[in-house]
């Protein structure tokens, strides 16, 4: 069974820091893109970070220099490092599962190209 289980989210002030894990079990994460999607307040999930197998990564526009997607393989954990973090980064940050064979280039972070969940974790960045 595919488990994934979020932690480490909290309040931090505008240009702070979080690190994001997400705890996976169930599946050979070597065949699996492993990303973080957020849904922040009135507005659609977005993609922000992927990471596949092979350590190849992708990251959104919005976050590309700040955050960095990673994978510790011994402890079945991937992570995410926020940085300068933003007012607007202030949202619910998932993590999701998928076979990195069903995932066409260019979609890595596309909510539907993944069929497992977390539940998430809340991030807010207060000035």
């Known amino acids: 069974e595919v488990q994934l289980a979020e932690s480490g989210g909290g309040a931090v002030q505008n240009g702070g820091s979080l690190k994001l894990t997400c705890a996976f079990s169930g599946f050979d994460y070597r065949v699996y893109a492993i990303g973080w999607f957020r849904r922040a307040p009135g507005k659609k999930r977005e993609g922000v970070a992927a990471?596949?197998?092979?350590?190849?990564?992708w990251y959104s526009d919005s976050v590309k220099g700040r955050f960095t997607i990673s994978t510790d393989s011994a402890r079945n954990v991937v992570s995410l490092h926020l940085r300068a973090l933003r007012i607007e980064d202030t949202a619910i940050y998932y993590c999701?599962?998928?076979?990195?064979?069903?995932?066409?280039?260019?979609?890595?972070?596309?909510?539907?190209?993944?069929?497992?969940w977390g539940q998430g974790t809340q991030v807010t960045v207060f000035s």
């Open positions: 999701a599962t998928g076979p990195i064979d069903e995932i066409m280039r260019g979609q890595e972070l596309w909510e539907r190209s993944y069929d497992y």
């Open positions: 990471i596949g197998g092979d350590g190849q990564t």
